[in-house]
């Protein structure tokens, strides 16, 4: 079997057009096939990450992308670093914990939940980002076309969910 039917049939989307490439730098390296499977194999699960990373940044629906290490802490003397290091572990997504972020506008609430919804996308987490306003007025549309069940529903699949 050719080597292009094999990447179709096992559904290689990414490794087709980087494999010439691949084949080039691993004679030069003197790469023995183990290590070259495992380059490939690596270029391959990096491409489908990449594009799992750019398909949640687009259904999380942020108004920005923005990541955690662009929000300079600086500008908001009173966060603590340390705590922005330990949410940015994402423990509180995996323990299913709420966090909710107050103070007055400005402060760059919503700019630290969206580089964690960023960093819970990157660890393979789905996202939502909704304002309090959308998310009323969806509830509220759900209830009257008798489909809240169905909506509470898709809200509850997010690990992460972004309400202000």
Not at 2 to 16: A, D, V, W
Request: hydrophobic letters at 45%.
């Amino acid at each position: 079997m050719e080597l292009s039917e094999l990447c179709t049939r096992l559904k290689f989307e990414h490794l087709p057009a980087q494999l010439d490439g691949l084949c080039e730098q691993a004679a030069k390296r003197e790469l023995n096939f183990r290590d070259f499977l495992g380059e490939a194999l690596a270029a391959e699960w990096q491409g489908r990450r990449l594009k799992g990373v750019e398909r949640g940044l687009r259904l999380a629906r942020f108004p920005y992308v923005k990541s955690l290490e662009q929000f300079d802490l600086t500008f908001q003397p009173s966060i603590d670093r340390k705590l922005v290091r330990e949410l940015a572990g994402l423990g509180f997504v995996e323990r299913g914990d709420n966090l909710l972020l107050l103070g007055p506008p400005g402060t760059g609430k919503t700019m630290l939940a969206v580089g964690l919804g960023i960093k819970a996308i990157e660890a393979g987490h789905r996202v939502l980002f909704l304002t309090l306003e959308t998310l009323i007025t969806r509830l509220r549309r759900a209830q009257a076309e008798n489909r809240l069940e169905w909506q509470l529903q898709q809200w509850v699949a997010p690990k992460l969910l972004h309400r202000r």
